[in-house]
């Protein structure tokens, strides 16, 4: 976070600082508070000034090794030990090292008697040993205003404050001032026209009965600094600030894939699943199984050895393995093998930007390569559709900068399943999984369309799903001219048309088998049409044989009667030599030859 | 608690007029609280001597202490604003804060109104 806020804002040159030992507070105000001037940090009641400021001392005490005094006006220091000792500050050991000094400054009203003029050169007496015993380099008055409760000369007491401010300033030492709001000021006594260096305006408010945390700086002079109010949470170790809102669309994108757990799925995306460290939106109505979309990619990282987390608005981690289970989804052993953290809250328990800020500390202390937010609309019961969006906004930002991958899972209401969500982040999401329930002959049945997914070619291809023992089955399912089937519908038809293809080929074999026969038969007479035009050749043959040989018998005989008769040798018939043409030529000439002979 | 530097400044207990209101039992002990020789620091060390001269008769002891000089007293004192005069006792404890230019707010909260009308 250092890294991106010194990337994208240069410090500004001129203006010291010293970090404020807040996680987050540091980037907004682009370093930290004024080194050597005052912070004044106002707020209602309990709304963190005190720890504020003690964590202020306590960070630049441990880290910095710059001690630090607290003059603590409303509570004794055995008080402000134990409340904070849960946080792990470790004060006592902090006081032995005479690195922090508490110093109870007891003002009470009933005991003062006010006998003419006075000024606060106790307190500046108190504070410079205080300071001078352990060397502080940090202050912190906690809360200043308790002194308008016990004295009344306010005159008095303003002028002395503000000789109080430039005596710290003078003295070097970096301080917060800690006031309660009044209202319509910032101050209850108007502090902040003394102290106009940095001014933290810390915000406790209560909206449907959830109350969120907010910080915001209301100046930062001589320094940039985020304008926006900030959430913030007391959480097991102090206050975190979350600047999420200060940071750009940095992240860089991998191209490294990861198994969605589900081989088919897988395959519609472009066969290798999705991006690692993109985000995963799956939407659809209750009992879609967008669960066990989240179920399947977590059990998939894990198995690769990753460590994943599931953060859960609906069920109770025992319920959910109990539930994935019987789709042959064992979460348990990945819980004992801490692979697998689920963290389970009522969306209600505390406000959204409490949820967002526990969020980050949960991902922060585990390092997850997944987390699944299971349902993320359930959020907006914890506050205004709108700042649910801002808070996935931030938190989708947040797991992209870690490379995290984040699947969210997104309930849609009613009959409207249609392509958007109800909290309008879809187009954040870099994969879209929408689940559909279609509702025909009597059933339900899921299908699943993949309706984006960023960088990557993907399938348009509807698929039907079942959730089965052994988890996700995803089917193609029955796309017929104009129609798309599913479940039983699916199946009847595909029968039908299994049925249908046996007719077909029924038929076909049939009607092949006529013609085959009806050639057989064709063939059949074909050979004896061909056998009777040999036997037609063959006498033919025979007639021509015999009509040659009458022929030859009939000149012979000729010859003979005409040597009998002493013809005329050119009356002879032609030589031998001719005959066997002249027996090739039609019957006929040789009739008619025969007939001129005859003549 | 010791208190070193008091006895110089201490205007020690005079017995003028002893025997005129009760019995000593009702001593008071004040101690006022001062910061350097300002303006306001003179002021209240001549009223508290003044006060303590014609009020509390013997019956009382004043200390004077420098906060510049005992800053850790200061703080274990509580005091934030100078001067102070500060009654230990009787109780209840009370702290007197201003230059106690202001008598009539003094003897009221010193209570000794009733001593003077006696």
């Known amino acids: 976070m250092k890294s991106t806020s010194a990337a994208t804002a240069p410090r500004s040159p001129g203006l010291a600082k010293v970090s404020s030992g807040i996680p987050g507070l540091d980037d907004i105000t682009d370093g930290g508070l004024p080194k050597g001037r005052s912070t004044l940090v106002c707020g209602g009641a309990g709304s963190g000034k005190t720890l504020f400021a003690i964590e202020f001392l306590v960070h630049g005490a441990r880290r910095f090794d710059e001690p630090g005094v607290l003059m603590a006006f409303d509570e004794t220091a055995n008080d402000l030990i134990q409340n904070v000792a849960s946080l792990g500050f470790g004060l006592p050991d902090l006081i032995r090292r005479k690195k922090f000094l508490i110093d109870f400054v007891r003002v009470e009203a009933a005991e003062i008697l006010e006998t003419g003029e006075y000024d606060l050169e106790g307190l500046f007496v108190r504070l410079g040993h205080a300071i001078d015993s352990i060397g502080a380099k940090r202050v912190a008055l906690d809360s200043l205003e308790t002194l308008f409760a016990g004295l009344s000369n306010t005159a008095i007491l303003r002028s002395e404050l503000r000789r109080l401010f430039r005596w710290m300033k003078d003295r070097g030492v970096t301080s917060v001032i800690t006031a309660e709001r009044g209202e319509g000021t910032l101050t209850r006594h108007g502090l902040e026209e003394y102290i106009s260096d940095c001014v933290v305006l810390l915000d406790h408010r209560v909206h449907n009965q959830v109350a969120t945390r907010r910080l915001r700086i209301v100046k930062y002079r001589g320094s940039h600094h985020g304008a926006d109010e900030f959430p913030f949470l007391i959480g097991d170790h102090g206050l975190v600030v979350l600047p999420i809102t200060s940071l750009g669309l940095t992240h860089v994108a991998g191209t490294e894939r990861v198994s969605s757990g589900v081989p088919r799925l897988d395959q519609m995306l472009g066969g290798k699943g999705y991006f690692r460290g993109s985000s995963i939106l799956v939407s659809g109505t209750a009992g879609t199984g967008k669960t066990s979309f989240s179920a399947h990619l977590v059990d998939a990282a894990c198995r690769r050895g990753e460590r994943s987390l599931i953060f859960l608005f609906e069920e109770s981690p025992s319920q959910l393995i109990r539930n994935m289970q019987s789709i042959g989804v064992d979460l348990s052993r990945w819980v004992e093998m801490d692979r697998l953290r689920i963290y389970a809250a009522r969306p209600t328990l505390h406000g959204l930007e409490t949820h967002l800020a526990t969020m980050h500390q949960v991902t922060a202390e585990f390092q997850p390569h997944v987390v699944a937010v299971d349902p993320v609309t359930n959020l907006a019961a914890a506050g205004t559709l709108q700042e649910a969006k801002s808070l996935l906004i931030r938190l989708i930002d947040h797991f992209k900068e870690r490379q995290i991958t984040a699947f969210f899972t997104s309930l849609t209401h009613g009959e409207q399943h249609e392509e958007s969500t109800d909290i309008g982040i879809s187009s954040l999401m870099d994969t879209w999984l929408l689940i559909r329930e279609l509702e025909t002959n009597g059933e339900r049945n899921r299908v699943l369309y993949l309706l984006k997914s960023r960088g990557m070619s993907h399938s348009n291809q509807v698929r039907e799903f079942r959730l089965t023992d052994n988890g996700i089955d995803l089917i193609d399912v029955y796309v017929g001219p104009g129609v798309v089937l599913t479940g039983t519908a699916r199946l009847a038809q595909e029968a039908r048309d299994r049925a249908e293809e046996l007719d077909r080929r029924q038929a076909f074999l049939k009607r092949k088998h006529d013609l085959d026969q009806r050639r057989q038969a064709l063939q059949s007479q074909l050979g004896a049409l061909q056998l009777e035009h040999r036997s037609i050749e063959e006498e033919l043959q025979t007639t021509l044989a015999q009509e040659s040989a009458w022929f030859d018998t009939q000149r012979a005989n000729r010859i003979d009667l005409a040597r009998v008769r002493q013809a005329d040798p050119a009356r002879m018939p032609m030589n031998g030599n001719e005959s066997p043409a002249g027996r090739a030529r039609p019957t006929r000439g040789s009739g008619k030859s025969k007939k001129g002979a005859g003549q | ?118």
């Open chain 2, 1 to 118: 608690m010791t208190v070193r530097k008091a006895v110089s400044t201490r205007t020690a207990s005079t017995p003028r007029r002893a025997p005129v209101t009760p019995a000593p039992k009702n001593r008071v002990i004040l101690r006022l609280y001062v910061a350097g020789t300002t303006p306001n620091s003179t002021r209240a060390i001549l009223a508290a001597r003044k006060l303590c001269q014609e009020h509390l008769d013997g019956l009382y002891r004043l200390e004077v202490i420098d906060i510049y000089q005992r800053p850790r007293l200061a703080r274990d004192e509580q005091i934030v604003a100078v001067p102070t005069l500060v009654k230990r006792l009787p109780p209840p404890l009370r702290r007197l804060v201003g230059d106690l230019s202001v008598s009539e707010r003094v003897l009221i909260g010193l209570d000794l109104r009733d001593t003077t009308k006696n």
